[in-house]
Structures are given as structure tokens and as C-alpha cells.
T-cell receptor, first 114, second 110 residues
Framework: ETGVTQTPRHLVMGMTNKKSLKCEQH?????MYWYKQSAKKPLELMFV???????ENNSVPSRFSPECPNSSHLFLHLHTLQPEDSALYLC?????????????FGSGTQLSVL | DAKTTQPPSMDCAEGRAANLPCNHS???????VYWYRQIHSQGPQYIIH???NNETNEMASLIITEDRKSSTLILPHATLRDTAVYYC???????????FGKGTKLSVIP
């Protein structure tokens, strides 16, 4: 148990659906992250929030929309996804987002887009 | 961007030391070297990180070459629970982009 909880663990959605991924951290951290892990590609950073402000957006398509209502919760809203968006979506948190910190990852949401 | 390269797979006998290499020949002077591991169906787990000096914690040791172009993660007494994919990565000061390589799948053999 890392202190970072993601729900749901598995999600199957059609290309026209709208769904949301949820992440909650119980570590008192100030920075939260969304990463994408595909089968044949290295881990890709998608978004970073520090103190509830988005500080990094790595050229992610607009069909992915993050939301950080407070420092403990992070959402990833999904709409009109493509089959190539099928992947493991990982949430992580760190104390402040500084470069010498360690990330605490959740177990991820395995997303399948049909 | 600096890249990292790792062997795709390695075997290690249970109880022996596992030495996992990583090449990061284009790493910048202010970039930390990080190691994480991922057990199937879980998120990555932090192991250790360092800048220039060798580091040791309760999980592992990190040896960084003097020119910082490569590093080795050492698990001193590998157990079956250490079977996982081990990722080497780097992160620069002021950056949020923790860049991982493709990882080494370590199999600890009884």
C-alpha cells in the first residue's frame, strides 16, 4: 500500500463514452501526476499539478482533461477516446514536485478502448 | 533529452547479488539518476536515487560512475519477491519530467 489509491482498477469504454479516472493520496503531498504506460513504450508523463495548479502538460490530446479539486484528489476525464489510448494510467504523488523527490505511484487503471 | 538504455532481461540466483546496469551517457550535470521497479499489476515503486555519490538504503545500493555516464543498481541478496521490471531514469532540477528507459526484467531463480 503506497498511500495512493486509484479507481477503477479496470475500465472498458467505447469510443463515444465519457468516463473519469480517480486518484486519491493520503500522504499529505502537494504534487500529483498522471502517467501513461503503454505496452511497448516507456512511461510517459501526461500532467503535473502542484498545489492544485497545473504546472506541466506534455502535449496531451484534449480528449484527456485533468482536474485537481484539492491537493489530495486528482481526476482524469476521458471523452471520445481512440483505441490507441488503451493503456495503464498511473497516478503518482510527491511531497512538492522537486527534482530530488521520490514518486509514490498508485496501482493504476487498466483502460481498454473498444 | 537524455536517454537511458538497459538490458531487456537478466536472471539472478536467489540469495545472490543482482547487479542491474544502466547507461545514461547523455545525462546532464544537474540530473538525478532514479531507479524504480514494477511488479506485475502494480504501479512503479521507488528504490533509490542519486546525483554523483554512491547511495545505499534498506532496499539497494546505487553505484554511479565518476563520469556519470552509467550506473548500477545492486540488490545485495535477491529474493523471489525481487522479481520485477527495474527502470532506470533521470530527472533534472526544475523539471517534472522523470524519464524512464524500457526497463530490465529481473527474474530471481530459486
Amino acid at each position: 500500500e503506497t498511500g495512493v489509491t486509484q479507481t477503477p482498477r479496470h475500465l472498458v469504454m467505447g469510443m463515444t463514452n465519457k468516463k473519469s479516472l480517480k486518484c486519491e493520496q493520503h500522504l499529505g503531498h502537494n504534487a500529483m501526476y498522471w502517467y501513461k504506460q503503454s505496452a511497448k513504450k516507456p512511461l510517459e508523463l501526461m500532467f503535473v499539478y502542484s498545489l492544485e495548479e497545473r504546472v506541466e502538460n506534455n502535449s496531451v490530446p484534449s480528449r484527456f482533461s485533468p482536474e485537481c479539486p484539492n491537493s489530495s484528489h486528482l481526476f482524469l476525464h476521458l471523452h471520445t477516446l481512440q483505441p490507441e489510448d488503451s493503456a495503464l494510467y498511473l497516478c503518482a504523488s510527491s511531497q512538492d514536485g522537486a527534482s530530488n523527490e521520490k514518486l509514490f505511484f498508485g496501482s493504476g487503471t487498466q483502460l481498454s478502448v473498444l | 533529452d537524455a536517454k537511458t538504455t538497459q538490458p531487456p532481461s537478466m536472471d539472478c540466483a536467489e540469495g545472490r547479488a543482482a547487479n542491474l546496469p544502466c547507461n545514461h551517457s547523455t545525462i546532464s550535470g544537474n540530473e538525478y539518476v532514479y531507479w524504480y521497479r514494477q511488479i506485475h499489476s502494480q504501479g512503479p515503486q521507488y528504490i533509490i536515487h542519486g546525483l554523483k555519490n554512491n547511495e545505499t538504503n534498506e532496499m539497494a545500493s546505487l553505484i554511479i560512475t565518476e563520469d556519470r555516464k552509467s550506473s548500477t543498481l545492486i540488490l545485495p541478496h535477491a529474493t523471489l519477491r525481487d522479481t520485477a521490471v527495474y527502470y532506470c531514469g533521470h530527472l533534472g532540477a526544475g523539471s517534472y519530467q522523470l524519464t524512464f528507459g524500457k526497463g530490465t526484467k529481473l527474474s530471481v531463480i530459486p
